[in-house]
């Protein structure tokens, strides 16, 4: 692809003459690598590749945070089944789910690897990746505790995807809040939920004005909308879950507008 390199080639001539033209071309040749490499990532072909990574990555990864803190509980067995459950596998998609997860369990399984395959698949989409932090944590959640193995884990597979601990913690605080709003009624705020929880299920402290809550919670939605993670290449069978954080989001917005007094 020369297009980058014809437009910045004669920008830099009319502007700088022969300097110029050789700065422009080297800035077209910038632009045409990175126009390649987008429209390499967003091609039919990869977004299956992408699908089929995000897949085996997931339960991976669940195996292996699962084992992190010496066992895998009850809870997290009873947690993956109804992810099975949720994304409607089939029966071989089913197998494949459970021989991927004791892999990940194995006290010889490398997660560095498995990870670096994932972020060669996926390129340079960081809401991949964070999404994948986010199905992780909601298995390390499952108990209601994360312990301290899992959490070593977390920080070790989020500091392999390039995410700092930080972000990862911000990740945690508004997994942990986005829970009080899941229940067996539906979505909506439990027994016990503080307005603090609402907050901080959108990532956002009550200081903040209603212009700028406003614009939190339409990010999370966003970010969290299923065309778009499909798009991404998030397998089908695994939007659900995003729509149900969804809700979870929504509820909680809810319940700080209705304190507020404020319109949608």
């Known amino acids: 692809m020369i297009y980058g390199k014809l ?13 110029g033209l050789i700065v ?17 990532f967003g091609s039919p072909e990869n977004i299956e590749r992408i699908k089929t990574s995000f897949f085996e990555t997931s339960f991976l990864l669940s195996g292996h945070l699962a084992k ?33 997860f004791r892999q990940g369990a194995a006290e010889d399984f490398q997660v560095e690897p498995v990870v670096s395959a994932f972020l060669d698949t996926c390129g340079p989409q960081r809401q991949l990746q964070q999404t994948m932090l986010l199905f992780l944590i909601s298995l390390a959640l499952a108990d209601q505790t994360i312990e301290p193995g899992e959490h070593a884990a977390l920080v070790r597979i989020a500091t392999l995807m390039g995410l700092g601990t930080a972000q990862l913690e911000q990740l945690l605080r508004m997994a942990q809040a986005q829970d009080h709003f899941h229940g067996q009624g539906g979505y909506a705020a439990q027994p016990g939920t503080s307005l603090e929880d609402a907050y ?51 509820a909680a917005y809810e319940m700080i507008r209705k304190h507020r007094g404020t319109g949608k």
């Open 68 to 100: 992190a803190d010496g066992r895998v509980t009850q809870q997290e067995i009873d947690h993956i089944e109804q992810v099975f459950t949720q994304m409607g596998l089939s029966a071989e998609q089913r197998k494949r789910a459970i021989d991927l």
């Open 7 to 19: 437009i910045g080639g004669l920008i830099g001539l009319l502007v700088g003459g022969v300097f």
């Open 24 to 40: 422009g071309v080297f800035i077209g040749h910038t632009f045409d690598r990175g126009l390649i490499s987008t429209l390499r």
């Open 200 to 250: 901080t299920a959108l990532g956002v402290n009550s200081s903040v004005n209603d212009k700028e809550l406003k614009r939190a919670y339409r990010k999370l939605m966003s970010e969290n909308h299923p065309d778009k993670l499909i798009a991404k290449g998030v397998p089908e069978d695994m939007i659900k879950l995003a729509t149900e954080r969804s809700q979870e989001i929504q």
